[in-house]
């Protein structure tokens, strides 16, 4: 039995690469007449000499902070799709309202690798607890399932005994949903008496995965791997029989960028994940996620060569309103870019006095005047005081933290 998907999960890096970027100029050639928002988001920008990451990264970011307004003013897709709407297979809803298309490619959101590495193969029958009703959860996981050649039972979103009775009855190897959930789903099988022993596997996600529940489902004889996906992406990262990270999907451009701005940070940084999507009904480029990651440097043990990450490690927008005026982790980096030779810089907002006020710490050397000219700069840019600290290089927690809110809420 195949430990890999296909031969494309073990490419060298370079060889990678070259066909990332490659299909990039391809399908940014074709969708740039055909998607309004992708065509301003390319402005000025030579796609025959997208070559590398360096060459992405002078493209700016687009967020998912950014979709709900661009839908209302470009309806339904906020001009970043490149297939018409009566031409895709569906069109889903997520709370905002966001909307998301789906074409008919087959494994369109990328869920087969995922599913392959959790131990799923073809012919398993597979319980999908994920939602069917609007938003794409359910039809993710189960177009992942039908590329791979296995039967699906539509679970969805509760109905716990209904759906112990079905897995008693139909006897599904594989799980899909919530890790909790798996849980509630097995505690209600023992309860009524039912037969739960034919789930094996599971791919996880939408909530955490302690290791006390990952440990407790192991114990039940379900071993489970993670996978990170949104809406808009489809399965951006998953987990294998390593378990030593997340491995980036095939046919998706991953990046950590400092919060707030387009600039990726070094390998091992905190910052937010930034995909770009080879997809031409949907090419997204450069889609800022709001999430947190970092990169795991090497390769997986278990052979696969992609870039790993270290999986979800919380939100990247940290907008505070201080004072009643909203300050941006943009803001900071800007005070950053104008003072040479400093490190990470942390904005920390408090109360004193009953008021807010707000502590500038920046990793740098001791210099005379230096904190003295970060005040006013920071003044400058935000319209606001705060006392600067200068701490030393290497100091501010590696958390992807621009600003801290640190007010006591209530």
């Known amino acids: ?37 992708l065509r301003a988001q390319l402005k000025g920008v030579d796609i025959a000499a997208l070559k590398s990451r360096a060459d992405l990264a002078r493209i700016p970011v687009i967020r998912k902070s950014s979709l709900h307004d661009m839908q209302a003013e470009t309806p339904p897709f906020g001009g970043l799709a490149a297939t018409r709407v009566g031409a895709l297979k569906r069109l889903l809803v997520s709370p905002g309202p966001i909307f998301e298309p789906e074409g008919h490619a087959k494994d369109w959101w990328g869920c087969a690798r995922a599913l392959f590495a959790a131990g799923v193969r073809k012919g398993e029958v597979v319980l999908n607890c994920f939602s069917y009703h609007l938003t794409p959860g359910g039809h993710i996981m189960e ?78 004889g379900v071993e489970v791997r993670q996978a990170y996906a949104t809406a808009e992406l489809g399965v951006i990262a998953y987990e294998s029989e390593a378990m030593e990270g997340l491995i980036c999907n095939e046919g998706l451009i991953v990046e950590i960028v400092r919060p707030g701005t387009n600039d990726p940070v070094a390998d091992g940084e905190v910052g937010e994940v930034v995909v770009t999507r080879l997809n031409p009904d949907y090419p997204l ?20 060569t992609n870039m790993r990450i270290k999986g979800w490690m919380g939100r990247a927008d940290q907008t505070a309103k201080v004072k009643g005026m909203f300050v941006h982790p943009s803001q900071v980096q800007e ?11 942390r904005l920390v907002v408090t109360r004193a006095n009953e008021q807010d006020a707000m502590i500038l710490k920046v990793e740098a050397r001791a210099a005379d005047g230096l904190a003295e000219a970060l005040a006013a700069t920071l003044q400058s840019v935000t319209k606001l005081k705060g006392a600067v600290e200068i701490v030393p290089p290497g100091s501010l927690p590696n958390d992807g933290k621009v600003i801290a809110d640190e007010r006591p809420v209530g």
């Not at 947190?292 to 696969?304: D, I, M, Q, T």
């Not at 005070?335 to 810089?345: D, V």
Request: charged share 25%; with cysteine; hydrophobic share 40%.
């Open 1 to 37: 039995m195949s430990v890999h998907y296909d031969r494309y999960e073990t490419r060298r890096a370079p060889a990678r690469e070259q066909a990332l970027m490659r299909d990039l100029r391809g399908i940014l050639g074709v969708a740039r007449a055909k998607a309004p928002a």
């Open 143 to 220: 177009s992942g399932a039908h590329a791979l050649g296995c039967a699906v039972i539509p679970g969805g979103v509760g109905n716990t005994e209904q759906q112990a009775e079905a897995v008693h009855f139909l006897k599904p190897s594989a799980y899909c949903g919530t890790p909790d959930f798996l849980k509630i789903l097995l505690d209600k099988g023992a309860e009524l008496k039912l037969d739960m022993s034919s789930i094996k596997r599971g791919l996880v996600s939408g909530a955490a995965l302690p290791a006390s529940l990952r440990a407790e489902l192991a114990r039940r």
């Open 285 to 304: 480029l450069r889609f800022g996620t709001g999430d947190l990651s970092a990169v795991l440097a090497g390769e997986s043990p278990c052979g696969r």
């Open 335 to 345: 005070i950053g870019k104008r003072h040479a030779g400093l490190g990470r810089l």
